[in-house]
């Protein structure tokens, strides 16, 4: 899926909205992530994911077609960690999973 088609997926599932103001939405969600990853920033949307930037330093690599060795400068660049929900729907699993013991840490109930 591209963005526009997100656009008017959006768009068709919610009638009330005009398909402009729903670009405008899609566009400063974006924007905002954008944003805060370039200040070093690390975004999290529960269920979905997590957005970081990671660094990669300076290292010597070569051309593929020359084999010549060359210098590439280190640079940052953006990383993608999916939710444990997304990957569990990606994955076929119920979303009725296994009840997480309770803060108490009763781990008994049910026996």
Same mark, same amino acid.
Do not use: C, F, Q, Y
């Given at each position: 899926?591209?963005?526009?088609?997100l656009i008017a997926k959006i768009a068709d599932d919610n009638p009330h909205l005009y398909q402009r103001d729903v670009?405008?939405?899609?566009?400063a969600i974006f924007d905002a992530i954008t944003d805060s990853l370039?200040?070093?920033?690390?975004?999290e949307l529960r269920g979905f994911g997590a957005f970081s930037v990671k660094?990669?330093?300076a290292r010597a690599g070569r051309n593929?077609? %020359?084999?010549?060795q060359v210098h590439v400068r280190e640079k940052h660049v953006p990383f993608f960690k999916t939710g444990k929900e997304l990957r569990?729907?990606?994955?076929?699993?119920?979303?009725?999973a296994p009840i997480a013991p309770d803060?108490?840490?009763?781990? %008994?109930?049910g026996f």
């Open positions: 899926m591209i963005k526009s088609e670009e405008r939405i899609v566009n370039a200040k070093g920033n690390r975004v660094h990669r330093a593929p077609r %020359t084999g010549e569990d729907r990606l994955n076929g699993e119920d979303e009725a803060a108490a840490g009763d781990t %008994t109930a």
